[in-house]
Each structure stands twice: as structure tokens, then as C-alpha cells.
Nanobody
Framework: QVQLVESGGGLVQAGGSLRLSCAAS????????MAWYRQAPGKQRELVAS???????NYADSVKGRFTISRDNAKNTVYLQMNSLKPEDTAVYYC????????????WGQGTQVTVSS
């Protein structure tokens, strides 16, 4: 069974850093685009950053210059390095990935809580 498992969330003070990881496990042919989303209480889920299989990246304006998305294709893992965290970054962070089986399917992780205190 294919699944995405996130780790690395937690509580941090404003100005601090966290690194999120999301690993794909199971039997599949390959990983295509991968991304991180977040959802704060009472708000819609929003895209934080994405990365293609070739390494091209895209960021939400609110995190540009502070967050960095990367991937290790050998480990089937995507990372989100978050620096200079702000209280408004507090949310549940979810990763997703387009995973190739017979066809391509979009999978989501279970989410990891990030809380930034002021």
C-alpha cells in the first residue's frame, strides 16, 4: 500500500526553524510532482511550495525567502526547510505527491502540526 508519512512538526518560537520531511513508501513506479500545503484553523488549505521531478520549485509569496523545498529521489522524500518562522505560519502541514502506479494518482499525507509562538 502506497502512503506518505510526514514528520518534523512541533512547537517553535517566532524566528526559529523547523524541517519537515515526507517519505513515500510502498510499491510504485515513480514520484512526479511533490508539494507542501498548509491549513490553519478556520482557513482553506493553501499551497506552500511545490517541486517537480526535475527539481523546479514554486513558492507562495508569503514564504518566499524563508522556506525551501527540496527532494531526495533516492529516498523518495520531500523536505520543507522553514526558517524565520512567524506565528502566522502556524498550521497543519500536509505533503502530497503524484505517484505512478499503472496510472498517476495524487496521494496526501496525514499532516503534521506546526505551531509558532510569539
Amino acid at each position: 500500500q502506497v502512503q506518505l508519512v510526514e514528520s518534523g512538526g512541533g512547537l517553535v518560537q517566532a524566528g526559529g526553524s523547523l524541517r519537515l520531511s515526507c517519505a513515500a513508501s510502498g510499491s510504485f513506479r515513480g514520484l512526479d510532482d511533490m508539494a507542501w500545503y498548509r491549513q490553519a484553523p478556520g482557513k482553506q488549505r493553501e499551497l506552500v511550495a511545490s517541486i517537480t521531478s526535475g527539481g523546479s520549485t514554486n513558492y507562495a509569496d508569503s514564504v518566499k525567502g524563508r522556506f525551501t523545498i527540496s527532494r531526495d529521489n533516492a529516498k523518495n522524500t520531500v523536505y520543507l526547510q522553514m526558517n524565520s518562522l512567524k506565528p502566522e505560519d502556524t498550521a497543519v502541514y500536509y505533503c502530497n505527491a503524484v505517484i505512478s502506479l499503472i496510472y498517476n494518482y495524487l496521494y496526501w499525507g496525514q499532516g503534521t502540526q506546526v505551531t509558532v509562538s510569539s
